[in-house]
C-alpha cells in the first residue's frame, strides 16, 4: 500500500503564491517519478508537471515559467510552487506517483485563484 500525503493548496488572488506537498509513504519498493495534475470543473484531468527519479522535469505549456517542481527523493516527496497564480489554475490538484508499474493519486486539494 502507497499513501500520498498532500498539503497546501487555498484559495488566492491572480498573481498569487502557492506551494504544495506530497509525501509518499508505505509500501515503496521505486519510486519512479512523481508529480501533480489537475482537474478543473467540466474538464478532464490534465498532466500539471512532473519529475522522474533522473531529475528530468515536465510540465504543461500553460504554467511554463511559472511553475516549479522539485523531488527530494531522500524523502520520497514532491513540491510544486506556482507563481503568478491565474483564474484558470484553479482546480483539485492531485499528487501522483508512479511506483513500479502502478500509479497511485492522491486525494487531491483544492486550488481557487479567484478576486
Not at 99 to 110: E, K, P, R
Amino acid at each position: 500500500q502507497v499513501q500520498l500525503a498532500e498539503s497546501g493548496g487555498g484559495s488566492v488572488q491572480p498573481g498569487g503564491s502557492l506551494r504544495l506537498s506530497c509525501a509518499a509513504s508505505g509500501t515503496i519498493f521505486s519510486v519512479a517519478a512523481m508529480g501533480w495534475y489537475r482537474q478543473a470543473p467540466g474538464k478532464q484531468r490534465e498532466l500539471v508537471a512532473t519529475s522522474s527519479r533522473g531529475g528530468s522535469t515536465n510540465y504543461i505549456d500553460s504554467v511554463k515559467g511559472r511553475f516549479t517542481i522539485s523531488r527530494d527523493n531522500a524523502k520520497t516527496t514532491v513540491l510544486l510552487q506556482m507563481n503568478n497564480l491565474k483564474p484558470e489554475d484553479t482546480g483539485v490538484y492531485y499528487c501522483w506517483a508512479r511506483v513500479l508499474l502502478a500509479d497511485h493519486w492522491g486525494q487531491g486539494v483544492q486550488v481557487t485563484v479567484s478576486s
